[in-house]
């Protein structure tokens, strides 16, 4: 089943505007006025995209296909719940629990050094690969194994991995879906009850279950506050916009360079896991201009300007092009894992508006093991 809007570079130049759609709202007194530069940038980085898109799909198209049940799902499902429950046993906590009794902060350490990184990002992978099975053979075990794979985020209350395989497994469904008016209908409602449920877990967090604490804590104009949107919705606005807000800050207040070639690339260009563990290197302390002290990310380009200005965030725009193309690429024989690595590329680029999700571990860790089993099945058949 083939679609043209299945690439990776047509969701970037989606998702690339949808923030600045949100931003004209208006709902925030703090985001500051866009400036004509970092709109022209934008403009030429969607044409270039648009461009690629083009030539991927008449070289490469994606054709969506189904894929058999594994015979491993159980020891893989058992082996991951296995290791948090080990992990909660050591530390004698749990989060979600902790949180509501007031004795867990959320950001408190948890989980083994290194194994606690690893598990969370192929419980992601894994999530979202029993997802394709079950869309694939519709087995309630495999909903069943799903399902229990949620539940280590929730006790965790790690709302963002929760959100990344929701998004994921709602890239597949459509890759499944002939794209009607039914289906387009029945998804701005399932994103709208995603957007509402992660603003009430937000306000359960954040602010004891008061639904206008983070609106009046950031700026939330008296128009948004009286009008009839709900307060949760807010926090969407919030994530979406903020980082804009925060790229647009950083860019009028850096005067001058903060760094070098060598920090941008050791700092963006490799996950930070492997780069905390090369003995050798010594990784910069990351740092731009916030909006606030609680609005904390930038999009993918924030830390690059930080550290050369224009031409950092250029650079960055053309590595980060020429990473989901290569991945697309590598990933695009590989019948069983095809669509469960587009699905991850996917939610990487989305959440690229954010944060780099290159450099950040929890996400780029998660576009290894499709490659991994790829080449685990293709020579030993199995998996």
């Not at 046993?89 to 629990?97: D, E, G, M, S």
């Not at 909006?291 to 200005?309: A, K, M, P, W």
Request: proline share 4%.
């Amino acid at each position: 089943m083939y679609r043209k809007i299945y690439n990776p570079n047509y969701l970037y130049v989606f998702t690339f505007i949808f923030p600045f759609v949100v931003y004209s709202f208006q709902w925030s007194t703090l985001y500051p006025p866009l400036s004509a530069n970092l709109l022209i940038f934008y403009v030429a980085s969607f044409a270039l995209y648009l461009l690629a898109g083009y030539y991927s799909n008449r070289l490469k198209p994606f054709y969506f296909n189904t894929i058999p049940k594994s015979s491993y799902n159980v020891l893989f499902v058992t082996g991951i719940l296995g290791i948090y429950l080990v992990e909660i046993l050591l530390f004698r906590k749990i989060p979600l629990l902790g949180l509501l009794s007031g004795d867990f902060t959320y950001g408190d350490n948890f989980g083994i050094p290194v194994v606690h990184t690893l598990v969370v990002s192929f419980n992601s992978f894994y999530c979202v690969y029993l997802f394709h099975q079950y869309i694939s053979k519709k087995s309630k075990t495999l909903l069943f194994q799903f399902l229990l794979l949620l539940i280590p985020y929730i006790i965790l209350v790690y709302r963002s991995n929760i959100m990344g395989v929701f998004l994921s497994c709602f890239f597949i469904f459509l890759l499944n879906r002939k794209i009607t008016y039914k289906v387009v209908l029945g998804s701005i409602v399932a994103v709208l009850l995603m957007f509402y449920t992660f603003g009430f877990l937000g306000n359960l967090r954040s602010g004891q279950g008061d639904s206008t604490y983070i609106a009046r804590a950031s700026g939330a104009t008296d128009q948004f506050l009286e009008g009839f949107v709900p307060n949760e919705y807010y926090w969407t606005y919030l994530y979406v916009a903020s980082p804009v807000a925060n790229l647009q800050n950083n860019i009028n207040l850096t005067k001058k360079d903060e760094g070098g070639w060598k920090v941008l690339i050791l700092n963006e260009c490799f996950p930070d896991f492997m780069i905390k563990f090369l003995p050798f290197v010594h990784r910069e302390e990351k740092s731009f201009n916030q909006i606030n002290s609680f609005l904390n990310v930038g999009t993918i380009y924030v830390y690059s300007f930080s550290f050369l200005r224009w031409q950092g965030m250029i650079f960055m725009y053309f590595y980060f092009l020429i990473f989901i193309n290569a991945y697309y690429w590598l990933l695009y024989r590989s019948a069983r894992f095809r669509v469960v690595g587009m699905a991850l590329l996917f939610n990487l680029i989305i959440f690229a508006n954010f944060h780099n999700t290159i450099s950040y571990s929890a996400s780029s860790l998660q576009l290894l093991y499709p490659i991994l089993f790829s080449f685990l099945q293709a020579r030993s058949r199995i998996i």
